[in-house]
């Protein structure tokens, strides 16, 4: 079975430009999440969506969005990108939206110049 | 309120000696907890995980946890370290909802292993 896909790998944007994050659950998943990780914050919950809907969001600013399509497939959007949101951003799946097993993706590195 | 404290963010140990990454949590309900490895820049792996049944959790690579509820801890052990296991290791606790997300983790632990 397929794992969880994080597309792009890698990205370079500037300062005040905005970004789209792609995340394809592992088949049969229905929940996703979205979390930050940074050297200084470590692991931080960004958000978790189950069958299109947004069911849990962390402590970030209104910046950050995402949704999840019918197929279960999620993006998360970055506007008006700062420097501080260079980071590694991970993608995670699981069966279900209080399902604890979760798996991750390889995670979409994200540099702000 | 749930909350995962790792204790040491590095951890050196030599080839073929023991591994102890230590974990402690708070957890207002029984937890369900998890170790997680990631190898650099690479996303986090599910090592093992505790749902309540046996206290003593074997996991992939070797490595084994133990519940211990009086201590509250969930130590990750391994008994013979592997240059392959130089990694970051994070232990989490389950959460159900809120703005923390459905896991916490701790820190993370880097485990480094000399030849």
Not at chain 1, 2 to 17: C, E, F, H, S
Not at chain 1, 40 to 47: A, E, H, I, S, W
Not at chain 1, 96 to 110: D, H
Not at chain 2, 63 to 79: N, V, Y
Request: glycine share 10%; net charge positive; charged share 15%.
């Amino acid at each position: 079975k397929a794992g969880v896909t994080q597309t792009p790998r890698y990205l370079i944007k500037t300062r005040g430009q905005q970004v789209t994050l792609s995340c394809s659950p592992i088949s049969g998943h229905r929940s996703v999440s979205w979390y930050q990780q940074t050297p200084g914050q470590g692991l931080q919950f960004l958000f978790e969506y189950f069958s299109e809907t947004q069911r849990n969001k962390g402590n970030f600013p209104g910046r950050f969005s995402g949704r999840q399509f019918s197929n279960s497939r999620s993006e998360m959007n970055v506007s008006t990108l700062e420097l501080g949101d260079s980071a590694l951003y991970l993608c995670a799946s699981s069966r279900g939206v209080r399902s604890y097993e979760q798996y991750f993706g390889p995670g979409t590195r994200l540099t702000v110049t | 309120a749930q909350s995962v404290t790792q204790l040491g963010s590095h951890v050196s140990v030599s080839e073929g000696a023991l591994v102890l990454l230590r974990c402690n949590y708070s957890s207002s309900v029984p937890p369900y907890l998890f170790w997680y490895v990631q190898y650099p820049n690479q996303g986090l792996q599910l090592l093992l995980k505790y749902t309540s049944a046996a206290t003593l959790v074997k996991g992939i690579n070797g490595f084994e946890a133990e519940f211990k509820k009086s201590e509250t801890s969930f130590h990750l052990t391994k008994p013979s370290a592997h240059m392959s296991d130089a990694a970051e290791y994070f232990c989490a606790v389950s959460f159900y909802g809120g703005s923390q997300g459905n896991l916490i983790f701790g820190k993370g632990t880097k485990l480094s292993v000399k030849p």
